[in-house]
Nanobody, 133 residues
Framework: EVQLQASGGGLVQPGGSLTLSCTAS????????IAWFRQAPGKEREGVSA????????YNKDFMKGRSTITIDPAKNTVYLRIDNLKSEDTAIYYC??????????????????????????WGQGTQVTVSS
């Protein structure tokens, strides 16, 4: 069974940092795009950052550039998202998602994932990030 397990959320003060983890099981980690999304109350789910497992290409949305780092540990089937200088507007439930890149240009697939998250079939359960003093 294909599963994603997201963890690492919590309560952080503004300006603090947090590292989220997304661990995959039930599938070979090669040739996938792993993306992080977030959804704040009353808002649509939005893409945050993504990485392709075959070659480690990364993509970060503009509002995260300079504040986020996405990395992968293939031995642990885990993708990490570190967010620095957290702001109150970063408060949301963070989800990870996966799509196979076989047959696709990986970065084009990431763009598609961000534009149409409703079409993604493999999601983790979400982890709450709250930024507050």
């Amino acid at each position: 069974e294909v599963q994603l397990q997201a963890s690492g959320g919590g309560l952080v003060q503004p300006g603090g940092s947090l590292t989220l983890s997304c661990t995959a099981s039930g599938f070979i980690f090669d040739n996938y795009a792993i993306a992080w999304f977030r959804q704040a109350p009353g808002k649509e789910r939005e893409g945050v950052s993504a990485i392709t497992t075959a070659d480690g290409q990364t993509y970060n949305k503009d509002f995260m550039k300079g504040r986020s780092t996405i990395t992968i540990d293939p031995a642990k089937n885990t993708v990490y998202l570190r967010i620095d200088n957290l702001k109150s507007e970063d408060t949301a439930i963070y989800y990870c998602a996966a799509e196979s890149t076989i047959g696709y240009d990986p970065m084009l697939l990431v763009g598609t994932m961000f534009r149409a998250p409703h079409a993604i079939t493999t999601w983790g359960q979400g982890t709450q990030v709250t930024v507050s003093s």
